[in-house]
């Protein structure tokens, strides 16, 4: 495949359906079109059917599948009509099938939670693997509850952290930003680390320090958005420097948040973001669509910003 498009995972869950309807407003303001991908259940047969018959199943099974796709696509069209839409169902592991489809992928666009082949894509080992290897971004939309809109309601949030992978998103954020045609907040979290040998294990550091770390926070910040806002002056940039975790900050941002955008590899605190428990507390606490961004390779053109 050619064509740039963006791929979306499907399979007839709420959560995926939310996902096909981002993914159709995302390729509406790109102007590209929408690949749905339905995981089929493989190796459907009942204990002692004969071979005639589980083949008649799986056909009918098929057929009710294709039948739940083309439904789902035609409520997606009645929402956001004017995208060319395509549909292909994939076999396999859900993370090996949907990583098969991403050559000339704009984006992969999943569900947070979903059923059958997709059922595990946000919670286990498959996500690491989609969220690592996919040679695009990789955005997770779930469906949330109402939530008080926080300060950064309304504009996309960034993550950065001075690394290069954080200029990766820098760069998407931007985008997204200036097609959405809202603000954009970049988020710097700090800590403070303990020292024994201080007596800081057991009570907060001492005032006079707080001021040092918070100060290194904003030169870090103003040093990755440098040239940004040139690059993109439609888009109203905020400096969010927090004292807190990598997922505190970020969750915290979230809330009512167009967008969040992270990178796969980090520095600092949000090295591990997609390694550990930081990743899992953004991916499964944060109150809107969440973006992963991936470092991109020398073939890709190298540096984020000209």
Known sequence: ??????????????SSRVALTWAMRAAKARGLPVLVAHAAIAGIAS????????????????????????????????????VQVESTIVTGLPADALLRLLDSAEMLVVGSRGLGSFAQLLVGSTSVQVATHAPCPVVVVRSVDYIEPGTEAGRVVVGVDGSDCSAQALDFAFEEASRRGCGLSAVYAWEVPSFQAYGWLSAPPPE?????????????LSEALAGWTEKYPDVDVRKVTSHATPVEALVAASAGAEELVVGSRGAGGFRSLLLGSVGHGVLHHGHCPVAIVHRASPAD?????S
């Open 1 to 14: 495949m050619n064509t740039r498009q963006i791929v979306v995972g499907f399979d007839g869950s709420e």
């Open 47 to 82: 204990v002692g059917a004969s071979t005639t018959m589980a083949e008649g199943s799986h056909d009918a099974l098929m057929d009710a599948e294709r039948r739940m796709v083309q439904e789902a696509l035609h409520e997606a069209h009645r929402e956001v009509p004017g």
């Open 208 to 220: 006079n320090v707080l001021p040092t770390y918070e100060r290194e926070a904003r030169r870090i």
């Open 301 to 305: 053109g190298g540096q984020a910003l």
